[in-house]
């Protein structure tokens, strides 16, 4: 069991993050939680037995909490990421655009610089479509050669920010570093070049379709992946069609855990001493830094 200190709630709590934190109750005991708005803090607090804090250094210095959940961060905007780094506790972060914008980023670039555990919010990649790919690219399809992605979002975002996550969930299909060969406003075309265990070159193409008003949910998002030996086709985060010699398939993922619950879990297994591979502030800042180039 871990032990952890929630610090800031965001619009995205009762929607995304209390579901996943209900879900693993089993594995993660929320010990405090802080938030401007006391009264929320409140609230969130007695959902899981857990002890509303006035001060947030008090918080994570609790000898009990084990590690932080930074759900909200409007209590200090660039400080963010030189508190956590100060306060050395294992944290996960939902906003990771306060984590690029903050100027202790560079620190990270610095291998002889001691630095915590920090796990950014890059659930993209453990969505169950996402998962059921990795498992037919190991099983049936072979390695991506081909990605086309398209995703709707609104004018009015970011450009660098629409495309981080999309960058990422590329980087993680096919496992390799990348290089920018074409970016515009609403196309950015990405190449892996061989590797020792790739002999061949792979490309991701990511394209925002703009749409006139942002929607309530994750944005629509589909993929179609050509592989060595098959394709595959992703529709949202819980629906894959694929094909492999004579067989095609369509597959509706809706009882999987969805993103946000397999990151946190995976989380909470690695605090705890687990071997398991998660998303760094170095997979932050290397997507950052193709997503910026043009």
């Avoid at 929320?30 to 803090?41: E, M, P, S």
């Avoid at 506790?89 to 610089?113: N, Q």
């Avoid at 071997?275 to 997503?291: F, G, K, Q």
Wanted: include cysteine; aromatic fraction near 4%.
């Amino acid at each position: 069991m871990l032990d952890v200190a929630i610090i800031g709630l965001d619009s995205a709590w009762e929607t995304t993050h209390q579901p996943a934190l209900q879900m693993l109750r089993d594995r993660m005991r929320i010990r405090v939680v802080w938030d401007a708005v006391a009264t929320r803090a409140e609230q969130a607090a007695s959902e899981f037995k857990a002890t509303p804090c006035e001060g947030i250094l008090r918080a994570v210095s609790l000898p009990s909490v084990q590690a932080v959940l930074v759900l909200g961060d409007a209590w200090c905007r660039d400080a963010l990421l030189s508190f956590l780094m100060q306060n050395d506790k294992p944290s996960f972060v939902a906003d990771d655009t306060t984590l690029l914008r903050a100027s202790a980023i560079t620190d990270f670039t610095d291998k002889d610089l001691r630095t915590p555990m920090i796990v950014p919010e890059l659930s993209l990649r453990y969505t169950p479509a996402t998962s059921r790919l990795r498992e037919l690219m190991a099983t049936r399809l072979g390695a991506a050669r081909e990605i086309d992605v398209q995703v709707e979002c609104p004018a009015s975002n970011d450009l660098i920010q629409s495309r981080l996550p999309l960058i990422d969930w590329c980087r993680y299909l096919v496992g390799k570093q990348a290089t920018v060969q074409q970016s515009t406003d609403e196309t950015l075309l990405l190449e892996f070049p061989p590797s020792r265990s790739q002999t061949e070159s792979a490309l991701a193409r990511i394209t925002l379709v703009e749409t006139p008003t942002a929607t309530q949910n994750v944005s629509p998002f589909t993929a179609t992946i050509q592989c060595e030996r098959g394709t595959a086709k992703l529709r949202g985060t819980q629906e894959i069609t694929w094909t492999h010699a004579e067989d095609q398939r369509t597959e509706v993922l809706e009882g999987e855990r969805d993103g946000m619950v397999v990151l946190l879990d995976l989380f909470c297994r690695r605090v705890l001493g687990g071997l398991v591979p998660i998303p760094t502030i170095d997979d932050l800042i290397t997507s950052a830094r193709l997503a910026n180039e043009t």
